[in-house]
């Protein structure tokens, strides 16, 4: 399995059978390596409606037929824009042809802010990601949570994908004491240094997170595999 980090919250992930995109905010990122044209994937995985993760999303799925897969209340609102979707809830799975996805809480808001106000979208979630029996979890946006050792215990973790970029999300210290509740074999900083206010440094964490979880920090256009 190949994981592809893409800047802010947006990974790939290609298995042997397809290929997702999570939280494909591309126009607008300034560490994006690559556009909204270039993604072909099968599914796309959403997890709350704030422009930095909801993104190109519906654009991408408009143009190609990718299925969005995110929590009911912004399923139906991608699906009221145009776009392919799939509505799931937290503490939901469900076996696509690419993979196993189960949605998980996230300590967050969600809403799309239109010219005309905040249309709020639901809960915002995490996802727990299986393909080629490598689990992935994607935090989503959220702060510290206790369960997260529930999470680890009930879905061995390979893979975490944590936000160390403060202000909005966890900081550095709650995202290493999440990598040690999670019990991950390996954790990738994500939701840092995209804008000033989240500017973190990936290392500091890496030294930090180093005795729970093997620290991975991955720039926009580097790939890992698994
Ligand atoms: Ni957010
Ligand atoms: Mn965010």
């Known amino acids: 399995m190949r994981v592809s980090y893409h800047g802010h919250a947006c990974f790939s992930l290609e298995g042997s059978k397809g290929r997702i995109i999570i939280d494909p905010f591309l126009t607008g990122n300034p560490t994006a390596d690559i556009t909204p044209a270039q993604v072909n994937v099968a599914g796309i995985l959403v ?7 909801l993104g190109d999303a519906i654009e991408i799925s408009k143009h ?3 299925l969005i897969i995110a929590p009911y209340e912004l399923a139906v609102y991608c699906q009221r824009k145009g776009a392919q979707a799939h509505a799931m809830h937290i503490g939901g799975s469900h076996q696509f042809s690419f993979g196993w996805v189960k ?3 996230a300590l967050h808001g969600s809403a799309v802010d239109e010219t005309q106000g905040m249309v709020y979208t639901g809960s915002p979630c995490g996802f727990i990601i299986k393909l080629d029996n490598v689990m992935v979890y994607h935090a989503g946006d959220t702060g510290l949570f206790g369960d997260m050792d529930l999470l680890g215990k009930l879905h061995p973790i390979d893979l975490a ?3 160390i970029g403060d202000n909005y999300v966890m900081g550095i210290d709650d995202a290493v004491v ?5 019990q991950a074999k390996t954790v990738i900083p994500m939701h840092y240094n995209t804008f000033d206010i989240i500017k973190q440094d990936p ?3 890496a030294g930090k997170v180093a005795n729970y979880s093997k620290p991975l920090v991955l720039k926009p256009g580097e790939q890992a595999m698994f």
């Open 47 to 53: 997890s709350h409606g704030h422009g930095d993760h």
């Open 64 to 66: 190609t037929g990718a």
């Open 103 to 105: 949605l998980t809480q």
């Open 161 to 163: 994908l944590l936000p």
């Open 178 to 182: 999440a990598a040690r509740l999670l």
């Open 203 to 205: 290392e500091e964490f």
